[in-house]
């Protein structure tokens, strides 16, 4: 470009140098009439009302300073573009997952602990408390409203059992954002529907998600449960038995597929009695270490939590399934 315009005639030069600069103002003008529109835009969505379990909450005015107290609400947050004054601390390496650092965008992300403290939430003044993800009581309820307007679950679900595109699209309204939300639910269940088109042999597979297996213990995750809102999404069924489940009663695990979720395969093939089950032994059993962006974007579960894994699971839960003992289903432990 800077050569084109040094072979030019000193008055061409002046000339386009001029319209450029006129239309380089344009463009900025256009630029600021867009971010005004879609400031706009967002204010007009206030104030809105929010019902929940415990009544409704009125937030007047787009929230600037919002603050998450729910376990994964940080994660649906972000994915509209609001990054929190403060968080509830749950993974510790959450804000080096690849979706979240993109959205960060070297900003950092405070936590204020691992329990509801009240006094370090005041101190971050926030103007909105996003509180799905967890098991809030009136009595809590009632210390976070009157700190700012607080928005927790829906009556008509269980508590911590909110779908994430029902919590993805109440977070959105919080934020003045439902038309961004609308777009994310669609594009998860586009990518969700485009993979079990191409994997029809997902649909009917019953697939054990089994979260922390540890000293011989495992937890079944059950129906319901966001941390397997993933799989839900592609088709496969949920085993009946959920909660904790002893080293004598591994045969629950023994299903179509197996999903082991915050330990490595090395780890659980040295116990026996795991290492002897068909699903193991089949090799239609897929794990992943808890300090892995897969492990916490199955427990965050946010829709670009959700797109990661999608794009990272898909083609082991189709090794997994194809009825060929002889695929391979690759070692996701460590997966980066």
């Excluded at 879609?38 to 009125?58: M, R, W």
């Excluded at 597979?205 to 449960?225: C, F, M, Q, R």
């Amino acid at each position: 470009m800077t050569s084109r315009w040094l072979r030019a005639a000193a008055g061409l030069a002046a000339g386009l140098l001029l319209a450029s600069g006129l239309a380089a103002c344009g463009s900025d003008d256009d630029g600021a009439a867009s971010s005004s529109s879609a400031s706009s835009s967002a204010s007009s969505a206030f104030p809105v009302t929010i019902e929940h379990k415990f009544g409704s909450t009125t937030i007047e005015k787009q929230p600037t300073r919002v603050l998450t107290v729910g376990w994964n609400d940080q994660d649906f947050a972000l994915a509209l573009g609001v990054v929190p004054v403060s968080t509830r601390e749950w993974f510790t390496e959450y804000p080096t997952y690849p979706w979240v650092a993109d959205k960060l965008g070297g900003k950092k992300l405070p936590t204020f602990s691992a329990e509801i403290n009240y006094e370090a939430i005041i101190k971050q003044k926030p103007d909105l408390i996003l509180a799905i993800y967890e098991t809030i009581s009136k009595e809590v309820y009632d210390k976070l409203s009157a700190i700012a307007p607080t928005v927790i679950q829906s009556k008509d679900y269980k508590d911590e059992e909110t779908p994430w595109d029902v919590q993805t699209l109440t977070t959105g309204r919080a934020l003045g954002k439902s038309a961004e939300a609308q777009a994310l639910v669609t594009k998860v269940k586009d990518a969700a529907a485009a993979a079990t088109e191409a994997h029809p042999e997902f649909a009917g597979k019953t697939l054990v998600e089994d979260y922390g297996p540890e000293n011989g213990s495992h937890w079944l995750i059950g129906a319901n449960d966001p941390r397997r809102a993933l799989f839900d999404l592609l088709g496969f069924k949920t085993q009946p038995d959920s909660g904790d489940v002893s080293e004598e009663r591994l045969d629950l695990l023994d299903k179509d597929v197996l999903f082991v979720n915050g330990a490595t395969k090395a780890d659980m093939l040295k116990r026996p009695v795991f290492a002897r089950l068909k699903v193991v032994s089949e090799d239609r059993t897929l794990y992943t270490g808890f300090d892995t962006p897969l492990a916490g974007a199955l427990s965050y579960s946010g829709p670009d939590a959700l797109l990661y894994a999608l794009e990272t699971l898909v083609p082991e839960l189709a090794a997994a399934t194809d009825g060929k003992p002889s695929t391979p289903v690759k070692d996701l432990s460590t997966a980066a």
